[in-house]
């Protein structure tokens, strides 16, 4: 899923990086994304579950830790926790989070909760997070719970390959993703790590090899041009292909 907290009116700060025009509209009904596939986990046995991407520095990183603990928990170990630093001022405004910071506070955010999930007690003194020695039960049914960081940028590049288990990219096709990979793959320090591709524009399961080439090892589709034609596009691309 992917995830916003709240749409400002004003929209001059609402334009999506590299076009003219407003990547949002603030009549878009907006979801608590771990809640809604807290309700998804419960109708589900197989499939995983996670976000694309989540603004986990927009909380306090107990707020988020706690929420993908337990979307962990009650999926059975199923939970992807994507995170990414954002792009849209107008929401980090309206919840008084400093927008120019968003980076390193996400990367702090993140450091904060892999010791939350995997430590007895913690304490921690940084630049944008002080709290005295606190517990956090329970801890994630996975041993290592995913976090895989969004973007494009340099910066984005670091941050999943030195803080994260994984990268989403954006929509590409199997040549506009490559040079996103060789950046990556320059930053990599070896440890497993896990390429989400949004392969928007995949003809079908034959050209699925030549992702996997890439090292792309998930891939989300979107098989309708339409959304009001995705439920019946997807119903079909599943029966047909699985």
Do not use: N
């Not at 999930?117 to 329970?138: K, L, M, N, Q, T």
């Not at 590049?157 to 040079?179: F, V």
Request: glycine letters at 10%; proline letters at 8%.
């Amino acid at each position: 899923m992917p995830e916003h907290l709240v749409f400002a009116t004003d929209l001059s700060t609402a334009v999506y990086p590299g076009t003219d025009r407003p990547g949002i509209s603030p009549a878009t009904p907006l979801f608590d994304a771990p809640a809604y596939l807290c309700w998804l986990a419960g109708l589900t046995s197989r499939v995983r579950l996670g976000t694309a991407v989540y603004l986990y520095a927009l909380r306090h990183p107990f707020s988020s830790a706690r929420a993908f603990a337990t979307l962990d928990r009650v999926s059975g170990g199923r939970a992807i926790c994507g995170v990414g630093a954002g792009w849209y001022e107008g929401e980090w405004r309206a919840a008084g989070v400093d927008f120019a910071s968003r980076g390193p506070r996400l990367d702090e955010a993140i450091e904060v909760t892999r010791r939350l999930w995997s430590e007895p007690v913690v304490a921690h003194a940084g630049r944008f997070y002080d709290f005295p020695e606190v517990a956090f039960e329970p801890k994630p049914v996975q041993e290592r719970l995913p976090i895989l960081a969004g973007g494009e940028s340099g910066a984005a590049l670091r941050r999943a390959a030195r803080l994260c288990d994984g990268w989403i990219g954006m929509p590409h096709s199997l040549e506009t993703i490559r040079p996103q990979l060789a950046r990556l793959a320059a930053l990599r320090d070896g440890r497993p790590f896990s390429i989400t591709a949004h392969a928007y524009e995949l003809g079908g399961p034959a050209e699925i090899p030549r992702w996997e080439e890439l090292g792309v090892d998930r891939m989300v589709v979107r098989p309708w041009r339409r959304s009001r034609d995705a439920v019946t596009a997807l119903a079909a691309f599943a029966a047909e292909y699985f």
